[in-house]
């Protein structure tokens, strides 16, 4: 009862005219940010902070909440239209939203993803609403053995998620490990392979890499061709709503996808990254056709697209149970609340 009792207040602040307003700004400049290349939920809320520094505690995390939620969204539609990732939770969209834009299936590839965005979103909040408390609790119960054994994991599924050679997969995986050592150790800021270059203390960004491999080999590959070659998604994007079979073929990865995201979403320092990509693997590895993941197929789209937008969710239940802003994006929420 006292949860139910706290949900009705909780509703009828969040109906009042002006948070609504303020939920409705948020999203709409969210995703406005996100679907730059480049921006994604933390930068959106690092630019727009200001504008939320005259409003109400409550109206500021409404509209925090909504730019969060638009931008995490906004984030699939480069990735999809012109295989540049909006934001880093959205690279693995590119591999097969790209390919569906190329094939004239660009209206249901955006358009699954705003549903599965939605339903996992709100599977999300529902999570958050009722089972806080507790999962904050199993959240500091993961230690390094359990971050070792999902690292490994991650690693090892990298076989799936990549086409042709396994010592290609490998190699890539050991490639990206060392990339991630560049920089400055997080326990006691030692200098890691920087070689007495200032600008490699932070480290390779995970965002300009990603554009990087995506959008600029995109643009290599395309100038690279005569002008009549050039493979450049020129159709009109129509049929945004998905058919029966887009359906048929999407709902279990959204589901999958919500509740894989929503659980790692609340495990300190995975964010909404990883997901996208334990998400996608695990489709294809439970799909009876994976040879079409990476040509085109909707559930390739779906599932991480569901992932990323439940661990968003996810992310917030350390900071609003226990105070604890264990990721980057929950830690733009700590001042206002």
């Not at 409550?58 to 934001?87: D, F, Q, R």
């Not at 270059?197 to 395309?222: A, C, K, P, R, Y």
């Not at 226990?322 to 001042?335: A, H, K, Q, Y």
Request: proline letters at 7%; one cysteine or more.
């Amino acid at each position: 009862m006292e949860t139910l009792h706290s949900l009705a207040y909780g509703f009828s602040i969040f109906l009042q005219p002006l948070n609504l307003m303020y939920c409705f700004f948020g999203v709409l400049l969210g995703t406005l940010v996100g679907v730059l290349p480049g921006l994604g939920p933390a930068a959106a809320i690092s630019l727009l902070l200001p504008a939320i520094f005259h409003a109400p505690p409550v109206g500021s995390v409404i509209m925090l909440s909504g730019i969060c939620y638009g931008a995490m969204y906004g984030g699939s539609t480069t990735s999809i239209l012109v295989n540049i990732p909006g934001e880093t939770a959205s690279v693995i969209t590119c591999i097969d939203g790209y390919q569906m834009a190329r094939k004239g299936r660009a209206g249901p590839a955006l358009g699954i993803a705003a549903f599965g965005s939605f339903i996992a979103g709100t599977f999300g909040i529902i999570g958050l609403m009722l089972f806080a408390p507790s999962l904050a609790n199993i959240a500091l119960g993961f230690g390094p053995q359990e971050y070792f054994s999902l690292a490994i994991m991650s690693l090892t599924l990298v076989t799936y998620v990549t086409r042709g050679s396994l010592l290609r997969s490998l190699i890539m995986a050991c490639t990206g490990i060392i990339i991630s050592m560049v920089g400055m150790d997080p326990i006691n800021s030692t200098l890691r392979l920087t070689f007495g270059i200032n600008d490699l203390m932070d480290g390779f960004q995970i965002v300009l890499v990603s554009m990087g491999l995506f959008g600029m080999s995109e643009v290599l590959v395309n100038l690279s061709q005569t002008f009549a070659k050039r493979d450049v998604v020129t159709d009109k994007i129509k049929n945004l709503f998905p058919n029966a079979q887009d359906w048929k073929d999407s709902a279990k990865p959204i589901v999958r996808g919500s509740i894989l995201g929503f659980f790692l979403g609340i495990l300190p320092g995975f964010g909404t990254v990883l997901p996208t990509f334990l998400s996608y693997a695990l489709e294809k590895k439970l799909s009876k056709h994976p040879e079409k993941f990476g040509t085109g197929a909707i559930e390739g789209v779906a599932g991480p697209e569901a992932a990323n937008n439940a661990a968003s969710s996810g992310t917030f239940i350390p900071l609003l149970s226990l105070g604890l802003p264990t990721n980057p994006l929950p830690r733009l929420f700590w001042e206002p609340c």
